[in-house]
């Protein structure tokens, strides 16, 4: 997961210049993600109106580090992009440069995003971490993790506390969930494992002591 000495606190993007970009033109910093929460935040969005969606995202801009060569980097929102690309393939989302990395090379870039901290280096299944090489160009091509899934539908019900300016927050409860014993689940049903997470959580609300 994240480096030993722990992540940098992920930055404000409140006074930070806005650039729209496409979705498309965003890499992702993590492998994987939790469908149950992409198809979820792709319900809202297509409840939205096109205006309100646009109001929505100028509100919560990505924030991104880019590289001397021009290429972007996604800091956080991975879930809500990836529901965003299901409602509209050519979408454009508000953007926050948080970090201008010096040097061009995508290996560079991603051993600094990785120092830092914003690189999240398991996939799917929890193996890793896996070299910062893997990491796919394209959300579509991300990993669905049952257990982020798990994870994102816990703090729906207000059992996990959202700590937003923590990187990977939601994964590191889901390693520690990983590590119980739970019935066999899926992110499209959750059902099955629900109470004995919940219970699990209850008992131990800090995976991180």
């Not at 929505?56 to 590289?67: D, E, G, I, Q």
């Not at 010096?102 to 999240?120: D, K, M, Q, T």
Request: hydrophobic share 35%; charged share 30%; net charge neutral.
């Amino acid at each position: 997961m994240a480096p030993s000495s722990g992540p940098h606190e992920l930055p404000s993007t409140s006074q930070t210049e806005l650039l729209e970009l496409p979705v498309e033109r965003l890499q992702p910093t993590q492998l994987c993600l939790g469908l149950a929460e992409v198809r979820a935040r792709a319900c809202d969005f297509r409840l939205e109106s096109a205006a309100s969606r646009r109001r929505y995202l100028r509100s919560r801009p990505v924030p991104v580090a880019v590289s001397s060569a021009g290429e972007h980097w996604m800091i956080d929102r991975h879930h809500r992009l990836r529901a965003l690309l299901d409602v509209d393939p050519d979408v454009s989302v508000f953007c926050a440069v948080v970090l201008r990395l010096e040097g061009a090379s995508r290996a560079h870039c991603l051993e600094e995003l990785n120092r830092r901290g914003w690189l999240y280096l398991h996939d799917g299944e929890g193996r890793g971490p896996h070299p910062a090489e893997r990491l796919p160009r394209r959300l579509e091509a991300l990993d669905d993790d049952p257990y982020r899934s798990l994870v994102w539908k816990l703090k729906q019900e207000g059992l996990i506390r959202a700590q937003p300016t923590l990187p990977f927050h939601e994964f590191r409860w889901g390693a520690w969930l990983r590590q119980q014993a739970l019935p066999p689940f899926s992110s499209i049903e959750l059902d099955p494992a629900l109470p004995a997470a919940r219970e699990l959580v209850r008992q131990r609300r800090d995976p991180g002591s």
